[in-house]
């Protein structure tokens, strides 16, 4: 695995509030919210440079996506995404991650998306999702 990280998700209490936060307060660049076609799809995604993605996501579809249970809320509370170049790819990390100590939450599996992903928590808690997107390349 590259160390990298290719999306940064916060999970938010209200994606609208978060959302103008960013687009209209600090002037992220981004479509707005969509997935609303999916149940528990509703995420914000702003282009960053260097192919970053800073994405919005409601703390309960994400404690639902990941499966882990939804605590409190915390500063310290999101989950970073990597995106892999395939889907064989997600699998090899997501068993590097497991030998390295990690604990897997979500093995990896298609996503409702269209993609595929899995999710893993590092020693002191911290989620990780590793990505597959059929729509999108890893940089």
Known sequence: ????????????????????????????????????????????????????????????????????PKGNSAPTEFSIGYMAASVEEVDRILELARNAGARITKPAQKAFWGGYHGYFQDPDGHLWEIIWNPQASAE
């Open 1 to 68: 695995m590259v160390p990298n990280f290719s999306i940064l998700t916060l999970g938010v209490d209200d994606l609208e509030r978060s959302f103008a936060f960013y687009h209209e307060g600090l002037g992220f660049p981004s479509k707005g919210i969509v997935g609303k076609e999916f149940e528990h799809g509703e995420v914000v995604f702003f282009e960053l440079p260097h192919g970053m993605k800073l994405a919005l996501y409601s703390r309960e579809n994400l404690a639902w996506d990941a499966h882990v």
